[in-house]
């Protein structure tokens, strides 16, 4: 039901790591191209590997509490969208706490909030291209809660279908 909707319900997740500072949150350490989850993240010298989940809820919130630090800390959320076109879109979000969103490399969306989660919190304009899309999400925790979830629609606000065919 909820990718009918437009809401991503698969993804690759990883945290958690130092809160990002202001200036900081709509950088990331993965370069132009994005994260691998199938090589892990280097930190510290060590290998940390991407947790896949796929959301249960009927907004597709990913409750990001589970990730270890959850406080004062920040985590990613990774996946890719395959297209038979490209297209206009708009990305709609909710994050607790602030987010900041790529698209194929680029920045689309940034906003260092403190706040509780919510459906549709923040709209942002984007484009997909034609065949695979790299969607990166950056999710800043300060305490409490700790979650987010994305919605895709046309640039009219129609859901995008995103189940499989």
Same mark, same amino acid.
């Given at each position: 039901?909820?990718?009918?909707?437009?809401?991503?319900? =698969?993804?690759?997740?990883?945290?958690?790591?130092?809160?990002?500072?202001?200036?900081? $949150?709509?950088?990331? +350490?993965?370069?132009?191209?994005? +994260?691998?989850? =199938?090589?892990?993240? #280097?930190?510290? !010298?060590?290998?940390? &590997?991407?947790?896949?989940?796929? &959301?249960?809820? +009927?907004? &597709?919130? #990913?409750?990001?509490?589970? $990730?270890?630090?959850? *406080?004062?800390?920040? &985590?990613?959320?990774?996946?890719?969208?395959?297209?038979?076109?490209?297209?206009?879109?708009?990305?709609?979000?909710?994050?607790?706490?602030?987010?900041?969103?790529? #698209?194929?490399?680029?920045?689309?969306?940034?906003?260092?909030?403190?706040?509780?989660? *919510?459906?549709?919190?923040? *709209?942002?304009?984007? =484009?997909?291209?034609? !065949?695979?899309?790299?969607? $990166?999400?950056? #999710?800043?925790?300060?305490?409490? !809660?700790?979650?987010?979830?994305?919605?895709?629609?046309?640039?009219? !606000?129609?859901?995008?279908?995103?189940? =499989?065919?």
């Amino acid at each position: 039901m909820a990718a009918k909707q437009g809401f991503i319900t =698969s993804w690759f997740l990883l945290g958690g790591f130092p809160k990002p500072k202001k200036d900081d $949150l709509g950088k990331h +350490p993965f370069g132009k191209t994005g +994260p691998d989850p =199938s090589k892990g993240y #280097i930190r510290k !010298g060590n290998t940390v &590997a991407w947790k896949q989940h796929v &959301a249960k809820d +009927p907004d &597709a919130m #990913i409750d990001l509490t589970f $990730l270890k630090p959850n *406080s004062n800390t920040a &985590a990613y959320a990774f996946t890719t969208l395959d297209r038979s076109q490209a297209q206009a879109i708009l990305c709609k979000s909710g994050s607790d706490d602030s987010i900041a969103i790529w #698209i194929n490399g680029s920045l689309v969306h940034e906003n260092n909030a403190a706040r509780g989660v *919510s459906v549709d919190e923040d *709209s942002a304009p984007a =484009s997909l291209v034609k !065949g695979t899309n790299r969607i $990166l999400v950056k #999710i800043g925790q300060g305490g409490g !809660g700790f979650g987010f979830c994305l919605r895709l629609t046309d640039a009219k !606000g129609k859901p995008l279908n995103l189940t =499989s065919k």
